[in-house]
């Protein structure tokens, strides 16, 4: 049945929890164990509320709590492994050895039982038979694939390479002609601009307003150069005083990190450790800026001794908690730190910031450095070559001429005007000849040749591809054949798939088996689910993925966690309840065993309402139109008119009206405070709890304070 309330409808097991608050926080928080959860929802169906809203019976204290309601589906089923392998031999013959027995452990690939000697010496010949078979198919494919010789194919490929070189050739041959007559144009013109060019620097000579211009660009060549060279220097001081100016930063921002450390944790940290991130610090000492740095002004000064244990100095860090006047933040929300209060994470991380910021800028340097370098170094190569050829110009226009160099040089201009009409002329003829009805017969009988090889080569390659086919798939037969006689083979000794344990033998040594018949059966114990039938009035609220608590009678006091993992088609019809097979995986912890076959009670969450002011329900009064509660404020009774969000026979949820932390006031009919169910709630308000292990849920009391007070997780 489905059950919305804290302890629920009674407990089929006697006493699972079906709905539990969660508090919001460790500190604060309670938890509500099985036992007292049935005692409140026993004492909740006697208390009846008369037309003025009040009961009989002593005044009574709860708290308003802070928390989550959980509504659940219970059911009870039986434990299974589903995770099952019926071993057989795969062929008939006798037992030969049964090597397990039921209820021993077994692991991947232990023998478990083994075929007589006879059975398995005739599969063993199946398997040579079909290997022979195999052999013989794929001699038979290899002959169907074979045609001529590969000397044969491969004389036919070159014979047909030279013919395509041949037709290519053919063409190619007037563009390539083409192609060498305008280069040779072109490298005439070139020959007669470089005759006359000589020539007019030869006559240049001549004329002295060219040699002192030549004189002039030396000397700004000179001067560029000598230049450059001291700009190189420069720029190698500047950067260098760069480095060492980043360098010396970054040793300041290391000594700054080592600092903050030592004035707020009392830790002198090693050149090595401003290497690690102050996160990384605290995750190595398991501890965080809250843990460490905690405000507690009660204790007198000089009363923290510092703990060797600890990485950090206790009396160090109480001077910032206890002797500050402001107090300090462990870590930092803009939202409620005050401007005089130093925030611990905010300063350490800003100094370890600031090492990362300079290690940036010294790492930057270097390359930057050698780019500025770089291009210093080219301006340098630049002048130089500009100074050598201002050198030459000048030596040039400073040598003297004479009558013989200038008609060598007017002589290499005619010769040069020559070779280029010789060019020209040739280009034009080429152009214009009626040589192209030669080239279109070579090229004919190119392509004829061309021809005659693709055939022949395509007469030598070509297979009966039919036969291949067939043979083809008779090796493919024969493969599956010899495949289908292994695996039997190897099947004549049962192995364990996984990890398991012997659930069943059905067969003894000397037995006849048939091929399918089932010897041992291995299941998976670490796969455990649990199988039950819910009502169609409840199945709705179950979902797939739905976590689940689970109890067994074989393990008191014990909650298991599981997921419902599978909802089935519904059973029953017109003449029984209609239900619905429902399967949870449990999750089994280690150092359980359980047994198949034992009766489990699941508990599927079906909703959870997270974060709601919580009440017990019989503190609610008033009217539909207006609820009310008691409140104790100021040491007086009042009452006051409240909002309501929901709730169950147990608990209502408050809307508005109330704040966590008050108390309501309630009566219940034959109860005391002594015996007041929610008075177990509110001893733990105020209490440091110790922490719940997962798995536990809710349940206990340690130190004080709750060890729990949420649902199972």
Same mark, same amino acid.
């Given at each position: 049945?489905?059950?919305?309330?804290?302890?629920?409808?009674?407990?089929?097991?006697?006493?699972?929890?079906?709905?539990?608050?969660?508090?919001?926080?460790?500190?604060?928080?309670?938890?509500?164990?099985?036992?007292?959860?049935?005692?409140?929802?026993?004492?909740?169906?006697?208390?009846?509320?008369?037309?003025?809203?009040?009961?009989?019976?002593?005044?009574?204290?709860?708290?308003?709590?802070?928390?989550?309601?959980?509504?659940?589906?219970?059911?009870?089923?039986?434990?299974?492994?589903?995770?099952?392998?019926?071993?057989?031999?795969?062929?008939?013959?006798?037992?030969?050895?049964?090597?397990?027995?039921?209820?021993?452990?077994?692991?991947?690939?232990?023998?478990?039982?083994?075929?007589?000697?006879?059975?398995?010496?005739?599969?063993?010949?199946?398997?040579?038979?079909?290997?022979?078979?195999?052999?013989?198919?794929?001699?038979? @494919?290899? +002959?169907? #694939?074979?045609?001529?010789?590969?000397?044969? %194919? &491969?004389? *036919?490929?070159?014979? =047909? $390479?030279? !013919?395509?070189?041949?037709?290519?050739?053919?063409?190619?041959?007037?563009?390539?002609?083409?192609?060498?007559?305008?280069?040779?144009?072109?490298?005439?013109?070139?020959?007669?601009?470089?005759?006359?060019?000589? @020539?007019? +620097?030869? #006559?240049?000579?001549?004329?002295?307003?060219? %040699? &002192?211009? *030549?004189?002039?660009? =030396? $000397?700004? !060549?000179?001067?560029?150069?000598?230049?450059?060279?001291?700009?190189?220097?420069?720029?190698?001081?500047?950067?260098?005083?760069?480095?060492?100016?980043?360098?010396?930063?970054?040793?300041?921002?290391?000594?700054?990190?080592?600092?903050?450390?030592?004035?707020?944790?009392?830790?002198?940290?090693?050149?090595?450790?401003?290497?690690?991130?102050?996160?990384?610090?605290?995750?190595?000492?398991?501890?965080?800026?809250?843990?460490?740095?905690?405000?507690?002004?009660?204790?007198?000064?000089?009363?923290?001794?510092?703990?060797?244990?600890?990485?950090?100095?206790?009396?160090?860090?109480?001077?910032?908690?206890?002797?500050?006047?402001?107090?300090?933040?462990?870590?930092?929300?803009?939202?409620?730190?005050?401007?005089?209060?130093?925030?611990?994470?905010?300063?350490?991380?800003?100094?370890?910031?600031?090492?990362?910021?300079?290690?940036?800028?010294?790492?930057?340097?270097?390359?930057?450095?050698?780019?500025?370098?770089?291009?210093?170094?080219?301006?340098?190569?630049?002048?130089?070559?500009?100074?050598?050829?201002?050198?030459?110009?000048?030596?040039?226009?400073?040598?003297?001429?004479?009558?013989?160099?200038?008609?060598?040089?007017?002589?290499?201009?005619?010769?040069?005007?020559?070779?280029?009409?010789?060019?020209?002329?040739?280009?034009?003829?080429?152009?214009?000849?009626?040589?192209?009805?030669?080239?279109?017969?070579?090229?004919?009988?190119?392509?004829?040749?061309?021809?005659?090889?693709?055939?022949?080569?395509?007469?030598?390659?070509?297979?009966?591809?039919?036969?291949?086919?067939?043979?083809?798939?008779?090796?493919?037969?024969?493969?599956?054949?010899?495949?289908?006689?292994?695996?039997?083979?190897?099947?004549?000794?049962?192995?364990?798939?996984?990890?398991?344990?012997?659930?069943?033998?059905?067969?003894?040594?000397?037995?006849?088996?048939?091929?399918?018949?089932?010897?041992?059966?291995?299941?998976?114990?670490?796969?455990?689910?649990?199988?039950?039938?819910?009502?169609?009035?409840?199945?709705?609220?179950?979902?797939?993925?739905?976590?689940?608590?689970?109890?067994?009678?074989?393990?008191?006091?014990?909650?298991?966690?599981?997921?419902?993992?599978?909802?089935?088609?519904?059973?029953?019809?017109?003449?029984?309840?209609?239900?619905?097979?429902?399967?949870?995986?449990?999750?089994?912890?280690?150092?359980?065993?359980?047994?198949?076959?034992?009766?489990?009670?699941?508990?599927?969450?079906?909703?959870?309402?997270?974060?709601?002011?919580?009440?017990?329900?019989?503190?609610?009064?008033?009217?539909?139109?207006?609820?009310?509660?008691?409140?104790?404020?100021?040491?007086?009774?009042?009452?006051?008119?409240?909002?309501?969000?929901?709730?169950?026979?147990?608990?209502?949820?408050?809307?508005?009206?109330?704040?966590?932390?008050?108390?309501?006031?309630?009566?219940?009919?034959?109860?005391?405070?002594?015996?007041?169910?929610?008075?177990?709630?509110?001893?733990?308000?105020?209490?440091?709890?110790?922490?719940?292990?997962?798995?536990?849920?809710?349940?206990?009391?340690?130190?004080?304070?709750?060890?729990?007070?949420?649902?199972?997780?």
């Amino acid at each position: 049945m489905e059950s919305n309330e804290i302890a629920g409808a009674v407990p089929q097991t006697g006493w699972s929890i079906r709905s539990l608050m969660r508090p919001r926080y460790l500190i604060g928080g309670f938890v509500v164990s099985a036992s007292i959860a049935v005692a409140i929802l026993a004492v909740l169906q006697f208390a009846v509320r008369d037309d003025s809203g009040t009961t009989s019976g002593e005044l009574l204290e709860a708290p308003v709590t802070l928390g989550d309601l959980v509504e659940s589906v219970s059911s009870d089923g039986t434990i299974v492994f589903p995770a099952r392998s019926g071993m057989s031999f795969g062929t008939a013959g006798s037992v030969n050895e049964v090597l397990v027995e039921v209820g021993d452990s077994v692991t991947v690939g232990q023998e478990l039982a083994s075929l007589d000697p006879l059975t398995t010496s005739h599969l063993s010949a199946d398997v040579e038979g079909a290997r022979i078979d195999l052999e013989s198919a794929l001699d038979k @494919l290899q +002959d169907a #694939q074979q045609g001529a010789s590969a000397l044969e %194919i &491969a004389r *036919a490929q070159e014979d =047909l $390479t030279d !013919a395509q070189s041949a037709v290519d050739a053919l063409l190619a041959q007037p563009d390539r002609e083409l192609l060498d007559a305008t280069a040779a144009v072109t490298k005439a013109e070139l020959a007669l601009s470089n005759a006359r060019e000589a @020539l007019s +620097d030869l #006559q240049s000579k001549l004329d002295p307003e060219s %040699i &002192a211009d *030549a004189e002039i660009e =030396l $000397t700004l !060549a000179t001067e560029a150069y000598d230049g450059a060279v001291a700009n190189l220097a420069l720029v190698e001081r500047d950067w260098d005083t760069n480095v060492e100016d980043a360098t010396t930063a970054l040793a300041d921002a290391r000594a700054s990190y080592i600092t903050e450390f030592e004035g707020w944790f009392g830790v002198t940290l090693t050149e090595e450790k401003t290497a690690t991130a102050p996160t990384d610090l605290l995750a190595n000492w398991g501890a965080t800026y809250e843990s460490i740095f905690v405000r507690d002004v009660s204790a007198d000064l000089g009363t923290d001794v510092d703990d060797p244990q600890t990485p950090w100095n206790e009396f160090t860090v109480s001077l910032w908690t206890r002797v500050f006047p402001f107090g300090v933040d462990a870590t930092c929300d803009s939202s409620q730190t005050s401007a005089d209060v130093p925030c611990v994470q905010e300063e350490v991380e800003d100094a370890w910031t600031a090492i990362g910021t300079a290690e940036d800028a010294l790492a930057k340097t270097s390359p930057d450095r050698a780019n500025a370098v770089t291009v210093a170094r080219k301006a340098i190569t630049t002048a130089e070559t500009a100074m050598q050829i201002a050198e030459e110009s000048a030596a040039f226009a400073s040598a003297s001429t004479t009558t013989l160099e200038l008609q060598a040089a007017a002589e290499t201009v005619a010769g040069a005007e020559s070779d280029l009409t010789v060019a020209t002329g040739a280009l034009t003829t080429l152009t214009s000849a009626q040589s192209h009805g030669v080239v279109s017969t070579s090229l004919a009988i190119a392509e004829a040749e061309l021809n005659d090889a693709q055939i022949n080569l395509s007469e030598l390659t070509s297979l009966n591809q039919t036969l291949i086919a067939l043979r083809t798939a008779e090796a493919e037969v024969a493969q599956a054949q010899l495949d289908e006689a292994s695996t039997l083979f190897d099947s004549a000794i049962l192995k364990s798939p996984v990890d398991g344990v012997i659930d069943a033998v059905n067969f003894s040594p000397g037995d006849e088996v048939q091929r399918n018949a089932v010897i041992v059966e291995v299941i998976d114990p670490t796969i455990v689910t649990v199988e039950m039938e819910v009502a169609q009035v409840d199945i709705l609220a179950v979902a797939i993925g739905a976590e689940a608590s689970l109890t067994l009678e074989a393990l008191p006091g014990q909650v298991l966690n599981g997921n419902v993992t599978d909802i089935g088609a519904a059973s029953g019809g017109q003449t029984g309840s209609v239900t619905f097979p429902v399967v949870v995986t449990m999750q089994v912890p280690t150092g359980i065993t359980l047994i198949e076959g034992l009766t489990a009670n699941a508990d599927m969450i079906t909703s959870l309402t997270s974060d709601v002011l919580l009440v017990p329900s019989v503190a609610v009064g008033g009217s539909f139109t207006q609820p009310t509660v008691d409140v104790l404020r100021d040491d007086q009774v009042q009452t006051v008119a409240v909002s309501l969000g929901g709730g169950n026979e147990t608990f209502a949820v408050i809307g508005s009206g109330l704040i966590e932390g008050e108390t309501v006031l309630f009566r219940l009919p034959g109860v005391t405070e002594d015996t007041n169910p929610f008075s177990v709630i509110r001893a733990g308000v105020g209490g440091f709890g110790g922490g719940r292990p997962t798995g536990t849920g809710g349940g206990g009391f340690t130190g004080g304070g709750f060890s729990g007070g949420g649902r199972t997780q």
